[in-house]
């Protein structure tokens, strides 16, 4: 079993940059594709970024490509996603998802990621 931890959630100005984190226990987690999801109120919890456990794959959402980037620390077992430039519509719950199949690839349906963190809350005003 793994457990996922968000923080650096938080209110910000528009144009103003947050990072979020989200350290893992349990199980091995340096094998593990991780990635980020959103979720709007009243919307479907959406995808973000994802990064393979080698750092050497990402992919972001075109929503957020060029203003938000995900990465990873495997000897602390946390993953960050860094966020410039945000914008009212950036304002979500925000999710750490984690894939235990220790792939190459990486993924942006929801469905692939076993295991979920709690979110943390990101509020983005105008």
């Known amino acids: 079993q793994v457990q996922l931890v968000e923080s650096g959630g938080g209110l910000v100005q528009a144009g103003g940059s947050l990072r979020l984190s989200c350290v893992a226990s349990g199980r091995t987690f340096n094998t593990f594709g991780t990635a980020w999801f959103r979720q709007a109120p009243g919307k479907e919890r959406v995808f973000v970024a994802a990064i393979n456990w080698r750092s050497d794959t990402t992919i972001y959402a075109d929503s957020v490509k060029g203003r938000f980037t995900i990465s990873r620390d495997n000897a602390k077992n946390t993953v960050y996603l860094q966020m410039n430039s945000l914008k009212p519509e950036d304002t979500a719950i925000y999710y750490c998802?984690?894939?235990?199949?220790?792939?190459?690839?990486?993924?942006?349906?929801?469905?692939?990621?076993?295991?979920w963190g709690q979110g943390t809350q990101v509020t983005v005003s105008s």
């Open positions: 998802a984690a894939d235990p199949r220790y792939s190459f690839y990486v993924y942006a349906n929801r469905n692939d990621y076993a295991y």
